[in-house]
């Protein structure tokens, strides 16, 4: 469960870095930021690997494609959106908490989607 677990995870340090004061130690926000650099690609392979596997080959070009340009567009808008917020205000601070928070239960709401019970026959059709 490398998916879940980074997830979770990474909804976990997401959380620790809102809720920081902005008078931590830059070495404990460099601490609470590893476990957000090292859990994407720890869910992102094995999610990969099973869309591949869950779809037949002659979709699997297909079906990575749609799945890394549904990557890259969304992290465009969540960039775009988190942007949004940093600068919304004349104190990015506030707007730095939301962006994490919401980043943190998007990720979070990706574990629990993970551990769901499984829908057979929902990516064959």
Not at 43 to 55: I, R
């Amino acid at each position: 469960m490398p998916i879940v677990g980074g997830f979770l995870l990474m909804g976990t340090s997401l959380v620790v870095l809102a809720v920081l004061p902005a008078s931590a130690p830059v070495w404990l926000i460099a601490v609470a930021m590893i476990p957000v650099g090292c859990c994407g690609p720890l869910a992102m392979q094995p999610t990969t690997g099973l869309l591949l596997e869950n779809v037949p080959a002659h979709r699997s070009g297909v079906a990575s494609a749609v799945f890394n340009t549904s990557r890259q567009i969304g992290g465009a808008l969540a960039v775009a959106a988190f942007g949004a917020l940093l600068v919304s205000r004349t104190d990015p601070l506030p707007g730095l908490r939301a962006s994490l928070l919401i980043a943190a239960v998007l990720v979070i709401a990706a574990a629990t989607a993970n551990v769901l019970p499984e829908r057979r026959g929902v990516l064959n059709r």
